[in-house]
Every structure is written in structure tokens, then in C-alpha cells.
């Protein structure tokens, strides 16, 4: 699976747009970008996921550059809530196999009053 | 409610004894997994299984164990031969097949081992 780069930090006021970057500059054509978030002391929650086409839904939006070799996990109106790690993970989705996830350190994103 | 379940939430041992984590899911997923998280640190799986009585070892097995008897269940064993058992172990189940794996991740155990 390819590898990912991440900002090791961020800071966003709560009720903004936060903007979080990832690069995957070797990610090979059949390969997913996935963007998952871990609250403190719990289990990891997936957020949303994309091939090449921009995704959305009720959590985030998903924006891939049209080169696939970063995209940016945006969430619209940021809540104190939202204070977590995000992790960006490039995988290859194969049906019929258990899905491995390799996860880097991610990005702390920390929302403020 | 369908979900993952891990107990207990928090366990210490002392050093040499083994140790087993509970994983309970009832998503009916076929695929589970272990992965260990240390301070700061990203997840890394230690073992996964894709279907009952089948297993493979991830990243960073040695020094566990894992059995997988009933889809529903996915306990791992931390033996005394893992030198450094201190950490926090995540399990987490997904559907095997599918557009896309997302997998479903349990609160979580963390081990102090002293």
C-alpha cells in the first residue's frame, strides 16, 4: 500500500471549515484514499473514502486532486467535538479479502472556542 | 445495538503471566482484526482473520496469539514472550466482501503489564 504524508498538527476555531491535507504521491491507480479519526483513548472511526471522484457526506467532504497524488478531508463547520487525530490511508480494495489498514500518525486537529 | 465490544477496558498483569483480550462483535462481519497503538503512535495490526478457524498474522504477531472458533469472537493472547505488552489494543471488524472494507473499531483495551 502506498504511503501517506501528514501535517502532524492543526488548529481550527470551531465553527470554521477545517482543512486537513494528505499527500500520496505514489499511490497506484487502484488504490482507495481513506480517511479515518481516533477521539482520544478510542477506537479509530471511519469518516469517508474516495478513488478519484470528490465524495461527501454527513461527516466530511472528500476533495482528490485530479492527479490522485493528494487530497484534503474537509469538515464544514468544525465543533469542539471534532478535537481528534485523522489518519489518511491509501489501500487497494480487493473483494473477497479482509481489508488491512495501514495507519501512520496522522494529524492532531485541535478545535478552539 | 450492533457493535464491538472489548472488556475489560482496562487490565494489569504482572510480567511473565499471559494475558487474554475479549472481542465480541455482532455486526455478522466475517473479517476481524488486533492491532496494537503505543503512545503518539499509529495502529499496527498484529493479526487478522478473514473467516472462521482461518487467521493470518499481520505486522508485529510475535509474541501473540490469536483463535477464531466462532464468527462472533476474536480473542487475543498476549504471551510472556512479548517483551513490550504494555500498550493499547484495538480490535476491529469489517465485512469481507464489498465495495469498500470499512471496518468497525471496538473501544479499545489498554494493557499495563507491571
Known amino acids: 500500500d502506498a504511503k501517506t504524508t501528514q501535517p502532524p498538527s492543526m488548529d481550527c476555531a470551531e465553527g470554521r471549515a477545517a482543512n486537513l491535507p494528505c499527500n500520496h504521491s505514489?499511490?497506484?491507480?487502484?488504490?482507495?484514499v481513506y480517511w479515518y479519526r481516533q477521539i482520544h483513548s478510542q477506537g479509530p472511526q471511519y469518516i469517508i473514502h474516495g478513488l478519484k471522484n470528490n465524495e461527501t457526506n454527513e461527516m466530511a467532504s472528500l476533495i482528490i486532486t485530479e492527479d490522485r497524488k493528494s487530497s484534503t478531508l474537509i469538515l464544514p463547520h468544525a465543533t469542539l467535538r471534532d478535537t481528534a487525530v485523522y489518519y489518511c490511508?491509501?489501500?487497494?480494495?480487493?473483494?473477497?479479502?479482509?481489508?488491512?489498514?495501514?495507519f501512520g500518525t496522522g494529524t492532531r486537529l485541535q478545535v478552539t472556542l | 445495538d450492533g457493535g464491538i465490544t472489548q472488556s475489560p477496558k482496562y487490565l494489569f498483569r504482572k510480567e511473565g503471566q499471559n494475558v487474554t483480550l475479549s472481542c465480541e462483535q455482532n455486526?455478522?462481519?466475517?473479517?476481524m482484526y488486533w492491532y496494537r497503538q503505543d503512545p503518539g503512535q499509529g495502529l499496527r495490526l498484529i493479526y487478522y482473520?478473514?473467516?472462521?478457524?482461518?487467521?493470518q498474522k499481520g505486522d508485529i504477531a510475535e509474541g501473540y496469539s490469536v483463535s477464531r472458533e466462532k464468527k462472533e469472537s476474536f480473542p487475543l493472547t498476549v504471551t510472556s514472550a512479548q517483551k513490550n505488552p504494555t500498550a493499547f489494543y484495538l480490535c476491529a471488524s469489517s465485512i469481507r466482501q464489498g465495495s469498500y472494507n470499512e471496518q468497525f473499531f471496538g473501544p479499545g483495551t489498554r494493557l499495563t503489564v507491571l
Open positions: 455486526l455478522n462481519h466475517d473479517a
Open positions: 482473520s478473514q473467516i472462521v478457524n482461518d487467521f
Open positions: 505514489t499511490i497506484s491507480g487502484n488504490e482507495y
Open positions: 490511508i491509501v489501500r487497494v480494495i480487493a473483494t473477497g479479502t479482509a481489508s488491512k489498514l495501514t
